[in-house]
Structures are given as C-alpha cells and as structure tokens.
T-cell receptor, first 114, second 112 residues
Framework: SAVISQKPSRDICQRGTSLTIQCQVDSQVTMMFWYRQQPGQSLTLIATANQGSEATYESGFVIDKFPISRPNLTFSTLTVSNMSPEDSSIYLC???????????FGQGTRLTVV | QKEVEQNSGPLSVPEGAIASLNCTYSDRGSQSFFWYRQYSGKSPELIMSIYSNGDKEDGRFTAQLNKASQYVSLLIRDSQPSDSATYLCAVANSGGYQKVTFGTGTKLQVIP
C-alpha cells in the first residue's frame, strides 16, 4: 500500500475564493490522480499529474479552474479556483505505485463553499 | 462512454449472512478490476483486486470475475455490522498507468 497525506481534511470557503489542497506520498510515484466526489455520487477523475509535465485534464475540467502542480515525485497540489457552491465536494488524491496496479487514496478534503 | 454499473441499494443482509455485490462494465478492453469500501465521510479503501477470470479469496471476501459476461462480483461471508458501507466497483484498462472508472456504489447494510 501507500501512505498518502492529504490536507486540509475539510474547509469551509467563501464563494469567489480559491483553495489549494496538498497531497504528500511516502515514496516516489510516477503518476498522481485527482478525483472529485460530489454528494451522493461516485468518484470522477479531474486530472492526471505526471512529474515534469503539465497535468492531463478530463472532459469537463479545465486548468484555469483546477490548476495542478507536481513539483516532485512525492507531492502534488490541486487548487479549486473562483469557487462556487457547486464546487462543494470531497476531493481525493490517488496514486498507483506501478502500472496496472491498485490505486490508493488520501483521506480526502471535504470542501464546502458558502 | 466507458461505464460501470452497480445497483445503488441499499442491500440489507442479516448479520452472519453472505452479502453479494454485483457490477457490470461496458468496456471489453478492461483488464483490472477493484472493489473499494467507503464508509460515510471517509475515502475509499481497497478491499480486493482481480485481474483474471475466476474467483479470488481473501479472508471473508471473494471477488469473482467473468470477462466474457463483463461481470465482476464481491461476496462477503459472515457479514458483520462493521461491513456496513458503500462498496465501489472500479474498472481500468491495461497499457500503462490507467484511468480508473468507478461505479456509483452499492450501499450495504448489515442488520445485527
């Protein structure tokens, strides 16, 4: 398995502001993934972050809204920009130690936008 | 559109019974299959992974895969109230780091 530390664990933010979520892994991993889980829904992939290159975003997600950094092989951040109440969700980072293996998740960040 | 379908439940079983959770997927190229357990307010926790047809057992849990029918299931024997959670089926293609598609989850309630 992998030890993944994600913070903050929860936050309540004003609309129009931005929040940066941090994800730290206990060892080097090539790929990190950011998911969103809206209330009562399953997980939706936002983007894939590979160290040294720009993140790859899924349909419906754009870099201006969800900028991602991946400065090294153990760390990534996701920013939720110009937030609205519709951004209220749980945001999760995930890693795979090697191709075609299990994904492990951080503890999640529960975001409420008011 | 790659889809993973699960019955949302809730599936209610008495304590000590076998809980059977089912999942179908649409992409025939899928190679890796996972079951996650998610307690309310928590992040998903990996329960089982299965990559080839047949059964895979781990303690009280058995995953079953049938690629021809595009069907994967999870059996939980001797169900306990602590097993009450939402179970997510996840499916991924092969060929490098994969994008995992999650089902919507089945809520399991184990009644004491």
């Amino acid at each position: 398995s992998a030890v993944i530390s994600q913070k903050p664990s929860r936050d309540i933010c004003q609309r129009g502001t931005s929040l940066t979520i941090q994800c730290q892994v206990d060892s080097q991993v090539t790929m990190m993934f950011w998911y969103r889980q809206q209330p009562g829904q399953s997980l939706t992939l936002i983007a894939t972050a590979n160290q040294g290159s720009e993140a790859t975003y899924e349909s419906g997600f754009v870099i201006d809204k969800f900028p991602i950094s991946r400065p090294n092989l153990t760390f990534s951040t996701l920013t939720v920009s110009n937030m609205s109440p519709e951004d209220s969700s749980i945001y999760l980072c995930s890693v795979e130690r090697s191709p075609n293996t299990e994904a492990f998740f951080g503890q999640g960040t529960r975001l409420t936008v008011v | 559109q790659k889809e993973v379908e699960q019955n949302s439940g809730p599936l209610s079983v008495p304590e000590g019974a076998i809980a059977s959770l089912n999942c179908t997927y649409s992409d025939r190229g899928s190679q890796s299959f996972f079951w996650y357990r998610q307690y309310s307010g928590k992040s998903p926790e990996l329960i089982m992974s299965i990559y080839s047809n047949g059964d895979k057992e781990d303690g009280r849990f058995t995953a079953q895969l049938n690629k021809a029918s595009q069907y994967v299931s999870l059996l939980i024997r001797d169900s306990q109230p602590s097993d009450s959670a939402t179970y997510l089926c996840a499916v991924a293609n092969s060929g490098g780091y994969q994008k995992v598609t999650f089902g919507t989850g089945t809520k399991l309630q184990v009644i004491p």
